[in-house]
C-alpha cells in the first residue's frame, strides 16, 4: 500500500507526467523521422547510387547464409543523425530561452518609506 502512495505523489509531482508526454512525443517523432528517411532521403540515395531500395543492399560473406546489411545499416545511421541534429536544436533553443531569463533584469527590491525619505533628504542637502 506504501509504494502505491508513495507513486500516487510521484505521479502528482508532474515528473512523470511530464515524462510520459516527452515519451509519447519522442516516439511520435522518430515514426516521423523514420518515414521522412525511408520515403524520401533514401530513394534520393538510391537514385545517386544507381539503387532505389537501400534497405535491400547486403553483402553475402562466404557460401554460408550469412549475410551483412549495411543497406539497414546506413538507413539507421541517417535516423540517428536526423534525431541527434533534431535534439541539439531543441536543447539549445532551451537554452536560448534560459539565458534569455538570467540576463532579464529583475524587479528592483521595494524600499521602505524611512529609506526613501532619508534618500531624498540626502539629495536635497547634496544639492544646497
Do not use: C, H, W
Not at 70 to 78: D, R
Not at 100 to 126: A, F, G, H, N
Request: proline share 3%.
Amino acid at each position: 500500500m506504501a509504494i502505491v502512495q508513495e507513486f500516487k505523489k510521484f505521479a502528482i509531482k508532474g515528473n512523470a507526467i511530464d515524462l510520459a508526454v516527452g515519451v509519447v512525443i519522442g516516439a511520435a517523432f522518430g515514426k516521423i523521422v523514420t518515414s521522412m528517411v525511408e520515403d524520401i532521403i533514401n530513394p534520393i540515395i538510391g537514385l545517386i547510387i544507381g539503387r532505389i531500395d537501400l534497405s535491400n543492399m547486403v553483402l553475402p560473406l562466404g557460401t554460408s547464409e550469412s549475410i551483412l546489411r549495411y543497406g539497414a545499416f546506413i538507413t539507421n545511421l541517417i535516423n540517428f543523425f536526423i534525431v541527434a541534429f533534431a535534439i541539439f536544436l531543441v536543447v539549445k533553443q532551451i537554452n536560448r530561452f534560459k539565458d534569455r531569463e538570467e540576463k532579464t533584469p529583475s524587479e528592483t527590491p521595494k524600499v521602505s518609506d524611512e529609506v526613501r525619505v532619508l534618500t531624498e533628504i540626502k539629495d536635497l542637502l547634496s544639492n544646497k
